[in-house]
């Protein structure tokens, strides 16, 4: 396949990006060689997102990043951004939004990463991780890898992120121009007062980040209540508890936050405790 010049990647159809895209990753690796492409639009998309999950954090040749942004900014726009500064705020500055996190024009977004900070392997898995890893592209997990290697040459080949340690990235072909990645607590049995305390550490690590980068406003996932079985309403009052109080205190700089929420059941519960 010839070079293809970022001005070539303009006038190529969403569905050639697409196919491109498919055939270089396929050509990546020998595994993916004889790998029959479907024919239908959705099939393709998937077997993509598929093949971005699975592809370990290694630079990638110019021409295959040229299509990859082309064809995830195409998905962008087709899939509607929106202005998280235009939505209405509830409570002091914090507002609440119902869906995809990708979507959101805002400074900053949370990622609910693990302890190894690479997003999620598994192909077409619906977690927070992987969809954010899945519309960034493949620029993001290299990034993270950098930061991790270089975290590991400082304090030993073992090194994991530790909970409520955020680590900062670009957000690439995001809306957001950057994503905080961080590790909740893992909720083993009962809730605990230690939980707690590791759940309200993460939301004012991820504002203590915001106010030291300028970062004015910042889009906040569900954070531990999915996989890692911190119980929603308990989540959902620290979060809303622990956000009003730090922006209190910290009223010198105008933050704004967003509660982003994908379920009806949180959507219900965050605004009852906002509007409370």
């Keep these: 396949m010839s070079d293809v010049t970022a001005q070539d990647t303009k006038a190529l159809s969403q569905d050639e990006l697409l196919l491109r895209l498919i055939r270089l990753l396929c050509a990546e690796d020998e595994r993916y060689a004889e790998l029959e492409i479907p024919t239908s639009l959705d099939e393709r998309r998937n077997l993509l997102r598929a093949l971005l999950n699975v592809r370990p954090p290694r630079p990638a040749a110019a021409q295959l990043i040229q299509l990859q942004d082309s064809y995830l900014q195409e ?40 302890e190894q900070m690479l997003g999620c392997f598994s192909p077409l898995h619906n977690c927070i991780d992987n969809c954010i890893h899945t519309y960034a592209g493949l620029q993001l997990r290299l990034e993270c890898s950098r930061l991790m290697q270089k975290l590991r040459a400082k304090f030993g080949s073992q090194y994991v992120m530790p909970t409520a340690a955020p680590l900062l990235t670009p957000g690439y072909n995001l809306p957001a121009s950057w994503i905080i990645h961080i590790t909740g607590p893992i909720v ?29 406003s910042v889009a906040i996932c569900c954070i531990s209540t999915g996989v890692f079985h911190f119980p929603p309403q308990q989540a959902a009052q620290l979060a809303v508890a622990t956000v009003q109080q730090y922006l209190r205190e910290h009223q010198e700089m105008p933050l704004r936050v967003i509660f982003n929420v994908f379920s009806h059941e949180d959507y219900r519960r965050y605004a009852q405790l906002l509007e409370s």
Excluded at 75 to 96: C, F, H, K, N, Y
């Design 75 to 114: 998905r962008l726009t087709e899939r509607g951004v929106v202005d998280a500064l235009q939505l209405p705020l509830l409570s002091q500055s914090i507002a609440l939004w119902q869906g995809d996190i990708t979507r959101l024009r805002v400074g900053a977004i949370v990622n609910a990463a693990n």
């Design 188 to 216: 083993l049995g009962a809730l605990t007062p230690h939980y707690e305390a590791q759940l309200i550490e993460c939301y004012r690590n991820i504002l203590s980040l915001c106010s030291a980068r300028r970062i004015l």
